[in-house]
């Protein structure tokens, strides 16, 4: 397996613009963890979906956030409009869930940058 | 919700010296307490963990012990080496929803730097 699949790996944009982040979880695994990582607040968890549905989404900033997971094999993560203070590291983990509960595999995160 | 507090935010050792860094956890259901390493500019990776019905767990240098009634869990890295430094994260899960769809809460990371 190719472990958990981010794109873009890297974005710029500017301030106003629609970001989507794009997650592919490993094959097997039934949840899934979008993360922010920044210097200031550390690794945060933005939502996350067991089964493709969402379980937990209070870490979501605000409603320019939203994530989707329309099956098991792919979701996104829409920021809109983006502003600066949105600039992060972002991470998409998937786990097998369930009674297996354990590991989290990270895939290789998106640099944002909003100018 | 669970609250993960970890100890020390930046840790200098010298190489062949032992390090240890300690998180405490709030939520006395959590029951899983993975450790993650970070290099820099990538990906957090698991090196460690360790589940509530045991109390030390070994990987050749790397250990990790938990205290369940104190609610805390530490790291131990014996006979350190420079690739040993990054940024150590530990983790608790949160079972704020019940049974098994539970997330982790990650504490703020540990800064590991082993000097050569």
């Known amino acids: 397996d190719a472990g958990v699949i981010q794109s873009p790996r890297h974005e710029v944009t500017e301030m106003g613009q629609e970001v989507t982040l794009r997650c592919k979880p490993i094959?097997?695994?039934?949840?899934l963890f979008w993360y922010r990582q920044t210097m200031m607040r550390g690794l945060e968890l933005l939502i996350y979906?067991?089964?493709?549905?969402?379980?937990?989404d209070s870490g979501m900033p605000e409603d320019r956030f939203s994530a989707k997971m329309p099956n098991a094999s792919f979701s996104t993560l829409k920021i809109q409009p983006s502003e600066p203070r949105d600039s992060a590291v972002y991470f998409c983990?998937?786990?097998?869930?369930?009674?297996?509960?354990?590991?989290?595999?990270f895939g290789p995160g998106t640099r944002l940058t909003v100018l | 919700g669970e609250n993960v507090e970890q100890h020390p935010s930046t840790l200098s050792v010298q190489e062949g010296d032992s390090a240890v860094i300690k998180c405490t956890y709030s939520?006395?259901?959590?029951?899983?307490f993975p450790w993650y390493k970070q290099e820099l500019g990538k990906r957090p990776q698991l090196i460690i963990d360790?589940?509530?019905?045991?109390g030390e767990k070994k990987d050749q240098r790397i250990a990790v012990t938990l205290n369940k009634t104190a609610k805390h869990f530490s790291l131990h890295i014996t006979e350190t080496q420079p690739e040993d430094s990054a940024v150590y994260f530990c983790?608790?899960?949160?079972?704020?929803?019940?049974?098994?769809?539970?997330?982790?809460?990650f504490g703020k990371g540990t800064k590991l730097s082993v000097k050569p």
């Open positions: 983990a998937s786990s097998l869930g369930g009674s297996l509960f354990g590991e989290q595999f």
């Open positions: 094959s097997g695994h039934n949840s």
């Open positions: 979906f067991n089964n493709n549905v969402p379980i937990d």
């Open positions: 939520d006395s259901a959590s029951n899983y």
């Open positions: 360790i589940r509530s019905n045991v």
């Open positions: 983790a608790a899960t949160d079972r704020e929803y019940g049974g098994s769809q539970g997330n982790l809460i």
